[in-house]
């Protein structure tokens, strides 16, 4: 698990974006910014960009960091 306490700035509600995680208080999706974050924006930028803080930002890479360490692999057989 993530150092990150993301659980404190993330929302999962169903009416809202349809359950996909956001900021809490807001609807800024954390697909957004760690997107925007891929795509060479600073945290900086997203803060302004979206209204949200650099803790935010930290939350949803937090976030997306959990996921991925829950990711299971299984290997294909080769042809």
Do not use: F
Not at 9 to 36: A, E, F, S
Not at 51 to 68: H, I
Request: proline share 5%.
């Amino acid at each position: 698990m993530c150092n990150t306490d993301w659980e404190e700035r993330i929302n999962i509600d169903p009416g809202i974006l349809g359950g996909k995680p956001v900021i809490k208080g807001t609807r800024v999706p954390l697909q957004l910014i760690v997107g925007d974050l891929a795509a060479g924006m600073t945290s900086a930028e997203i803060c302004e960009a979206y209204g949200v803080t650099e803790e935010d930002v930290r939350a949803a890479l937090g976030y997306a960091a959990d996921r991925l360490a829950e990711e299971r692999v299984h290997a294909l057989p080769s042809r």
